[in-house]
């Protein structure tokens, strides 16, 4: 009898539900009930509510049940889980699943559907094609295909990829560097955590067409403290693209080198900003350096750097593999391409859902995460990570758009989202902004380090009624200061969420009337 092949995710987050415990019971009942299984520990789909999630490969495709619990096991035994049978937990086949089938998934084609570590599976669904492909162009040509995909940076900034890459391709220097900012520490955000676990080859392959296009051979990925999972598997994974020879010395034989190590951050959200983050991996205190010089010219021991994080570079690969036209082809005005968003918070259908620009927060948080986990009504939606603006609902509509969000002075950042119902208290959400600037600031300027903590103070004579509307017009003051005097986005961001929570909300700072608030 052949093995019917399980596939039960490897993923932190599925790991964090059970799913070890799940694979082995899989595995023990179907021995005792005489049936061959061939378990795959395969990356997560993202829909982290059915978590875990156990799919069987039947002729008609691979039918999903979850979320598994050990109690499940016989019961589902019992109603031929090895057939695909139908059983409360089933949820027919995967791929229909309205969550995944309305989905545009194209950097996380591969989430979920292949074994992370395996060479064959990268390769059999389109993997090292777009690095054989750059392979056939000249370095400025591979430059030119990032520019016109129109891919911008991931990570929050959203500058430009292709002229971040122009720039480093254009400077003459004896070493030059490719470095993946994977220090992700935004709540509410795991796309990179995701690809680090779940498709590491297509990290490692967009990483080695940047090295080809700007002329660098060394690679670094600074992986955050807390992601253990993720640096074991992009350690095994570089291992083993050097061993097929996808990197090192002579890259697919084509004479080029492009070489890539794991560097694993200290632990300060403050490294997550590009200049602090090169500081850390030369070994030093993780502090904000002035610009310019630019990264680009003289970022990582003084050589010219490019410097993208994880999706950005995940981003690379299909684009090289398909052509500019085919990417810029999804989304919308300067935002093109799509944006794997990331529901979290008070949400009932947490997950991650890759789409095109455009669409609204009002389809992300009902259609796909299906309201609150709660019941209650939605209040507030906080977009781009614990420094974001708070959303009102009046801009639910909004399509997601870098510049449409810009033009109501919010961020869609690394497309994280977090829900908050109608029991949130606005002004604590506030204070707690400025609490965390003030604790993950580097310290090297006044406004952030010093400012931080006078808006913890200035919120809390807000809401105990202390002169309150002294006390806000002096809170806005500081806000614009630490706006426009910081030396980068930690004190630069910390006002968005202060500022939309005090304007969209002041009845829970105790500000009632316009004219208070004004005042």
């Known amino acids: 009898m052949n093995a019917v092949t399980v596939y039960i995710p490897r993923d932190a987050a599925a790991l964090a539900a059970g799913a070890d415990e799940v694979a082995d019971l899989i595995a023990a009942e179907a021995a005792a009930r005489g049936r061959a299984v061939k378990l795959v520990r395969n990356g997560s789909r993202g829909l982290f509510w059915l978590e875990p999630l156990v799919e069987v490969a039947t002729p008609a495709g691979r039918v999903a049940y979850g979320p598994v619990s050990s109690d499940d096991m016989r019961g589902l035994f019992d109603a031929g889980l090895l057939e695909g049978g139908a059983h409360p937990l089933c949820h027919g086949l995967t791929e229909a699943i309205p969550y995944l089938a309305r989905q545009e998934r194209l950097t996380f084609a591969r989430m979920g559907v292949t074994d992370p570590l395996s060479l064959a599976d990268y390769e059999a669904h389109e993997g090292w094609a777009g690095l054989k492909r750059a392979l056939t162009l000249e370095p400025a040509a591979i430059v030119q295909e990032v520019l016109d995909s129109g891919l911008r940076g991931r990570g929050g900034a959203a500058f430009p990829a292709g002229i971040k890459w122009k720039t480093v391709a254009g400077a003459r220097a004896a070493q030059k560097y490719v470095v993946c900012n994977a220090d992700e520490g935004d709540s509410g955000t795991f796309s990179d955590r995701m690809t680090l676990e779940g498709d590491p080859f297509m990290l490692i392959e967009g990483m080695a067409i940047a090295g080809l296009a700007v002329g660098a051979t060394q690679g670094y990925i600074y992986i955050r403290s807390e992601y253990p999972h993720a640096v ?253 005097g910081s030396l980068c986005a930690m004190g630069g961001m910390t006002p968005y969420p202060v500022l939309s929570a005090l304007d969209h909300w002041p009845e829970d700072f105790g500000v009632n009337a316009p004219t208070e608030q004004a005042a």
């Open 232 to 484: 074991a598997v992009m350690r095994e994974a570089i291992a083993r693209a050097e061993a097929a020879g996808f990197l090192g010395e002579n890259v697919c034989h084509s004479g080029k080198a492009f070489r890539l190590e794991v560097r694993k951050a200290a632990g300060a959200y403050v490294c997550g900003e590009e200049t602090a983050m090169l500081e850390s991996i030369e070994g030093k205190r993780g502090i904000v350096r002035a610009k310019p010089p630019l990264p680009a010219l003289q970022g990582l021991f003084g050589m010219p750097t490019v410097i993208n994080n994880v999706i950005s570079l995940a981003s690379v690969p299909i684009i090289l593999a398909r052509g500019s036209a085919f990417y810029k082809d999804y989304g919308m005005g300067r935002s093109r391409g799509t944006l794997p968003f990331q529901l979290a918070g008070n949400i009932r259908h947490g997950g991650l859902v890759e789409k095109a620009f455009g669409l609204t927060l009002r389809e992300l948080v009902f259609d796909f995460g299906g309201g609150t986990r709660s019941g209650r009504p939605v209040k507030a939606i906080q977009v781009g990570g614990p420094l974001g603006t708070y959303v009102p609902e009046a801009k639910w509509d909004v399509p997601l758009d870098y510049e449409a969000y810009a033009a109501f002075g919010a961020v869609l950042g690394h497309g994280g989202i977090v829900v908050h119902d109608d029991t949130a208290d606005m002004a604590r959400l506030a204070r707690y902004a400025m609490e965390f600037c003030a604790l993950e600031s580097c310290g090297k300027c006044t406004p952030c380090r010093i400012g931080s903590t006078r808006g913890v103070e200035v919120i809390d004579r807000i809401t105990r009624n202390e002169r309150r509307a002294e006390q806000v017009i002096l809170l806005r003051d500081l806000c614009d200061t630490m706006l426009a």
